[in-house]
């Protein structure tokens, strides 16, 4: 007979929620022209390594642009017999419940399972409907005709049909966790475009924004003096400064 679903996900580590981003930064980050960009100069300037290009974690949205609160899911593989555990209607996985306890605006961001699926399309309408602002998996996702036609935007490193519900064990929530060879903190801000997937930790936020700012009205003057003809060899000292010889 089959398992009764353990809707208490009673396996799951789950830690206390990280504390809240204020909104009026979430708005001054999406006022940002060029979005994962200038906050991946902000991060070089501060020696952070927090950027994931988007031929690694590709959007199924690429005209979207997120900035929220990471909820961590961290996935382990489960060995176990497919057959049997779809049978016994065995199941580990927990990308549901991350959704669950995420708040309208936060990005849920998975340390996920390659070649299955660790976010399908049922649970993106569930973080849909959440008013999730998106999610960031590295794994396999599947579904994405459904996340799509929601506007629920995921960048993942693949896209699959198999599912992880019987292949896979969701370990942590809001743990510390690996997104492509980033630390990520429950709590941290994701900042995700078509260029790519910035993690900027919770402690640096405010310097973050201020430094981006600086970045965006400085690249704002520096297009308007192209559009005007500035000459070339200006343009290149005010992006690169006058070096000398030595």
């Not at 981006?212 to 003096?225: L, Q, Y």
Request: glycine share 8%; aromatic share 4%.
């Amino acid at each position: 007979m089959p398992e009764a679903p353990k809707q208490n996900f009673d396996w799951v580590n789950v830690h206390p929620m990280p504390q809240p981003i204020d909104d009026t930064i979430i708005a001054r980050f999406l006022a940002l022209d060029d979005l994962s960009a200038t906050v991946a100069d902000a991060l070089d300037a501060l020696g952070i390594n927090g950027c994931i290009g988007s031929s690694t974690l590709v959007p199924t949205l690429p005209s979207e642009r997120i900035v929220g609160r990471a909820i961590t899911l961290r996935n382990s593989p489960s060995r176990v017999d497919i057959y049997k555990a779809v049978t016994d209607g065995t199941w580990l996985m927990a990308e549901i419940h991350a959704v669950e306890v995420a708040l309208p605006g936060d990005v849920v961001v998975v340390s996920g399972l390659p070649e299955v699926s660790n976010m399908g399309g049922l649970v993106a309408a569930m973080a849909r409907r959440g008013q999730l602002a998106g999610a960031i998996v590295d794994g396999a996702v599947r579904d994405v005709g459904q996340s799509r036609r929601r506007g629920f935007p995921i960048w993942s490193r693949d896209i699959t049909p198999r599912t992880g519900k019987w292949r896979g064990t969701s370990v942590e929530i809001n743990g510390t966790i690996a997104l492509a060879g980033v630390t990520v903190e429950a709590g941290d801000l994701v900042v995700a475009d078509e260029t790519g997937v910035c993690i900027v930790p919770h402690s640096v936020i405010d310097d973050v924004i201020a430094r981006c700012e600086a970045i965006d009205s400085r690249e704002a003057k520096m297009f308007d003096d192209i559009a005007a003809g500035l000459p070339m060899s200006e343009v290149i000292t005010q992006l690169y400064g006058i070096h000398s010889a030595h």
